[in-house]
Nanobody
Framework: QVQLVESGGGLVQAGGSLRLSCAASGRTFNRCSMGWFRQAPGKEREFVAAIRWISSNTAYADSAKGRFTISRDNAKNTVYLQMNSLKPEDTAVYYC?????????????????WGQGTAVTVSS
């Protein structure tokens, strides 16, 4: 089992920055790749970014490229999402997720474990 707890969400003005954190625990965590997804009101949950745990290979959605950076701290079992140049359309609940097969996939179904989410609101 892997437990995930997100934090760092909040209210920010357009153009501002936020850093989300996802603290992970569980004996299989060090074999998992990690992903960030988001879900805006009335919309499907969508992929944002992913990172492999061992090699640090990353993948990003087009909407995140150049503005968001996913990273991880192995010693702290924590994954981060640094979000810069935020736009109102980035407003959503952001979820982290773990894939036990250590892949870099954008499919929700690839991820075995999910956090409870942290809300991000970007005002114009």
């Amino acid at each position: 089992q892997v437990q995930l707890v997100e934090s760092g969400g909040g209210l920010v003005q357009a153009g501002g920055s936020l850093r989300l954190s996802c603290a992970a625990s569980g004996r299989t965590f060090n074999r998992c790749s990690m992903g960030w997804f988001r879900q805006a009101p009335g919309k499907e949950r969508e992929f944002v970014a992913a990172i492999r745990w061992i090699s640090s290979n990353t993948a990003y959605a087009d909407s995140a490229k150049g503005r968001f950076t996913i990273s991880r701290d192995n010693a702290k079992n924590t994954v981060y999402l640094q979000m810069n140049s935020l736009k109102p359309e980035d407003t959503a609940v952001y979820y982290c997720a773990a894939d036990e097969l250590n892949r870099l996939l954008a499919w929700k179904s690839a991820y075995n474990y999910w956090g409870q989410g942290t809300a991000v609101t970007v005002s114009s």
